[in-house]
C-alpha cells in the first residue's frame, strides 16, 4: 500500500499549493478524501482487498471515489435547505468575501420569494467581495458592496451576519478569508448573530488558540512572512451556528463529529 | 391525506385525540398531553396495517401532519413522534446511527435489512420500545425532584411562573432543607400566584412579588429555579412571557439560572429570527385589558404573546430526568433521542425514508 500513499500525498501537497488562498479547504478534503477511498470495512469487501485481483481494487477505489464525490456536490443543496428559513422577509443580511455555499442559500431563499437585501464587504486585498455582489444582482437579489471598514457603520442595521468558510477546527472556530473576525466581533459587541454555512468536508482537525497558530501555509500565499496573511481565525464564542450538511450544529458539535470520523 | 395509506386508517384514537388537542380551554400540564400521545401512538402501531417498517414510519409522519401541532403549540406532541419515529427506525435498521462525517464512509445500504417475515416481532419490538418510552415518561418528573436535594441547600431560591415540576421539585427540597421562595406573580397570566399559593399549602416559606420588582430583589436571591415550556435544541429556552427579562436580570447579578424540565420538551427545532414569527403566539389580551374596560382601550393595540426567548448562555443547569446537563450539551441528547431525517415532521419529501 505504501506506493499509492505517497502518489496521494504529492497530489494532495500539489493540489494544496494549486489552490491559492483555499488551501485549508483543499488540504481537509483531501484528507477526508483518502480516508474515504482507502478505509477497509469488515463486511463485504473483504474479498476485494484480499483478493491479488489489482484491476477488482482499483475500481473498487474509483467507486468510492465517484460516492464520496456525489455526497460533496449534494452537500451545498442540503446547506441551503436548512439555512434558508433563518432569512425572513425584510432582513438584511450581512457577508463577507464570496462564498458559493452562501449564495445557494441567499439563492434558495430567492426562490422561496423572500424580500431581502444583502451587504456584501468588500474584502481587500482582492476585493472579491465584488464578485459576489455581481453574482447576488444577477440574480435579481439587492446587494450593496460595503467599505470592510465601514463594518461598525453598518452594523447596528443588519440583522445577522452569514459568511462561509475555508475550514473549521477542531473547537468550532471559524477559519475564513481575512476580514471575518473583526466583523463576528462587531457582530457579538452589537449582539446580532453570527452564521456560518460550511460543508462538513471542510471539518478540520486543528486546534488553534491563537491566529499565530494557524499553519503558515494557510496564512500566507508565499514563503516571505512579511505578506499578508489572507485567512484569520475566529474562536468559537463569536459563533451562534453553523449551517452544515450534517444539520443545524452549534460550535461545541463540531469536536463531536471530528472525534466520531476518527475514533 | 395522501393515497400512501391502506384503507385501514385507524382515526378513532386519532380523532379523539385531535379533538382534545383543539380544545384550547382545557389547562394541560405537558405531562398529561405526553401520556395520551404515547398511547395514541401505540395503538397506530399496533392497529394500523403495515408491511415494512417503512410503511409505519410514513404512517407515524402523515399521523404527524394530520395533528393540529401548529395550532395547538404543543410542541410535545411532535417530540413524542419523533421519539416513537427513532424506535421504529432503530428496529429497522439498527446499525445506521446518526448523520455525522462518518456519512461520506457508509455506502447507500440495501433498504431491506429486515425480513418482512418476522414482522409480528418486529411489531413486538416497536411497541415494547413504546412501553419503555412510556415508563421514561412516567418517572420524568420523579427522577427529576430526586435531585433537589443537590441543588438546593438554605439559602433564597426565586421562581417565575407555574410549573409543577418545579413545584414539586421545591417541596422536595423542602424534606430536608431550610429554604426561602421568592415567586414573581409573572404577569399577564399571574400564574406565579398559583404557584405561589400550592408551594405555601406545601409548607414553604413563601414570598409573592410584582415581576417589576424582581430586579430590585435578585441581589438578596442566590439561585433561580424555573420552568419552560420546550428547550431548543441549541440549549435555548422557550419559556413564560417574562423569562428573558429575569435571566437577563440574574447574568447582571451573577445569579444562576437553573430549569427543571423533562426531556419530553426538548425539541430539535432553532430559532430562526428575533421576531418569533414561528416561535411565538400571541393570545388574547383579557388577562391584560378585561373585556369590560375594552372601550377605554378600544384605539389601543394589545399584544400579550405567551412565549419568551431565553438563549442558552443566560442558563447555567439544566435538570433533566437523565440528569444535569450545560445547554452547550444538548446538540448531543438532541441527536441521541432523535433521527436527523425526523427533525422537520412538515417536510414533504415524507417518502424519501431510508
Known amino acids: 500500500m505504501i506506493p499509492y500513499d505517497t502518489k496521494f500525498q504529492e497530489l494532495s501537497s500539489r493540489l494544496k499549493l494549486a489552490s491559492g488562498t483555499s488551501r485549508t479547504s483543499v488540504a481537509s478534503g483531501c484528507d477526508l478524501f483518502v480516508r474515504f477511498i482507502t478505509l477497509r470495512s469488515k463486511s463485504l469487501e473483504e474479498d476485494v482487498w484480499d483478493s491479488k485481483n489489482f484491476d477488482n481494487l482499483k475500481n473498487h477505489l474509483v467507486e468510492r471515489g465517484k460516492h464520496f464525490m456525489k455526497r460533496l456536490s449534494g452537500s451545498r443543496k442540503s446547506i441551503a435547505q436548512l439555512a434558508y428559513p433563518f432569512i425572513m422577509d425584510g432582513v438584511t443580511v450581512l457577508t463577507t468575501s464570496m462564498s458559493r455555499v452562501v449564495m445557494e442559500i441567499l439563492a434558495k431563499a430567492h426562490e422561496k420569494c423572500k424580500k431581502f437585501k444583502v451587504l456584501v464587504t468588500i474584502s481587500e486585498p482582492d476585493k472579491r467581495g465584488h464578485r459576489m455582489v455581481k453574482e447576488l444582482r444577477s440574480r435579481d437579489i439587492t446587494a450593496m458592496p460595503i467599505l470592510d471598514s465601514s463594518i461598525g457603520f453598518v452594523m447596528e442595521r443588519v440583522d445577522f451576519v452569514l459568511v462561509g468558510a475555508e475550514g473549521v477546527v477542531e473547537n468550532g472556530g471559524l477559519i475564513n478569508y481575512i476580514g471575518t473576525y473583526p466583523v463576528a466581533v462587531m457582530a457579538r459587541s452589537l449582539n446580532k448573530p453570527f452564521y456560518v454555512a460550511v460543508e462538513s468536508f471542510k471539518f478540520y482537525r486543528m486546534y488553534p488558540l491563537r491566529q499565530t497558530d494557524l499553519p503558515n501555509e494557510s496564512k500566507y500565499l508565499s514563503e516571505d512572512e512579511a505578506e499578508h496573511p489572507v485567512v484569520d481565525y475566529t474562536p468559537p464564542q463569536y459563533i451562534n451556528k453553523l449551517f452544515t450538511d450534517l444539520g443545524v450544529l452549534t460550535p461545541s458539535a463540531v469536536s463531536d463529529e471530528l472525534m466520531k470520523l476518527y475514533i | ?354
Open chain 2, 1 to 354: 391525506l395522501s393515497s400512501g395509506i391502506n384503507a385501514e386508517w385507524p382515526l378513532r384514537p386519532g380523532e379523539e385525540f385531535n379533538t382534545y388537542l383543539k380544545n384550547k380551554t382545557l389547562r394541560r400540564p405537558s405531562y398529561v398531553i405526553v401520556t395520551k400521545t404515547v398511547a395514541v401512538l401505540r395503538e397506530l402501531v399496533v392497529s394500523s396495517t403495515w408491511h415494512h417498517p417503512t410503511d409505519l414510519i410514513r404512517i407515524l409522519k402523515l399521523y404527524a401532519r394530520y395533528l393540529p401541532l401548529k395550532q395547538s403549540n404543543e410542541t410535545v406532541v411532535s417530540n413524542i413522534v419523533r421519539r416513537v419515529l427513532k424506535i421504529v427506525r432503530e428496529e429497522c435498521s439498527p446499525t445506521e446511527g446518526n448523520a455525522g462525517l462518518s456519512v461520506f464512509f457508509k455506502k447507500d445500504s440495501p433498504k431491506s435489512s429486515v425480513e418482512t417475515g418476522d414482522q409480528n416481532e418486529l411489531k413486538e419490538n416497536i411497541c415494547a420500545g413504546i412501553e419503555e418510552l412510556e415508563r421514561e415518561v412516567e418517572n420524568s418528573k420523579n427522577s427529576i425532584i430526586k435531585m433537589a436535594l443537590e441543588h438546593i441547600t438554605d439559602e433564597v431560591i426565586l421562581t417565575y411562573g407555574y410549573s409543577i415540576t418545579v413545584r414539586d421539585f421545591l417541596l422536595h427540597g423542602h424534606r430536608k432543607r431550610n429554604f426561602r421562595l421568592v415567586v414573581c406573580e409573572s404577569g399577564p397570566s399571574l400564574k406565579g400566584h398559583q404557584m405561589a399559593r400550592e408551594c405555601a399549602e406545601g409548607g414553604l416559606d413563601t414570598t409573592l412579588i410584582a415581576d417589576s420588582a424582581a430586579f430590585a430583589m435578585i441581589h438578596i436571591v442566590n439561585k433561580i429555579i424555573i420552568g419552560t415550556h420546550t428547550i431548543m435544541a441549541d440549549g435555548a429556552l422557550r419559556a413564560l412571557n417574562g423569562t428573558h427579562q429575569l435571566a437577563l436580570a440574574a447574568k447582571h447579578y451573577a445569579v444562576p439560572v437553573i430549569v427543571c424540565a423533562a426531556l419530553y420538551k426538548l425539541s430539535p427545532t432553532h430559532l430562526c429570527s428575533y421576531d418569533h414569527d414561528a416561535f411565538n403566539k400571541v393570545i388574547g389580551p383579557e388577562m391584560m385589558v378585561p373585556f369590560r374596560n375594552a372601550n377605554l382601550h378600544s384605539r389601543v393595540l394589545v399584544s400579550n404573546p405567551e412565549f419568551d426567548y431565553v438563549p442558552g448562555d443566560l442558563v447555567e443547569l439544566y435538570i433533566t430526568n437523565i440528569g444535569g446537563h450545560a445547554p452547550s450539551y444538548f446538540y448531543r441528547i438532541v441527536s441521541e433521542l432523535y433521527h436527523f431525517k425526523d427533525f422537520d415532521l412538515d417536510s414533504e419529501t415524507s417518502h424519501d425514508d431510508t
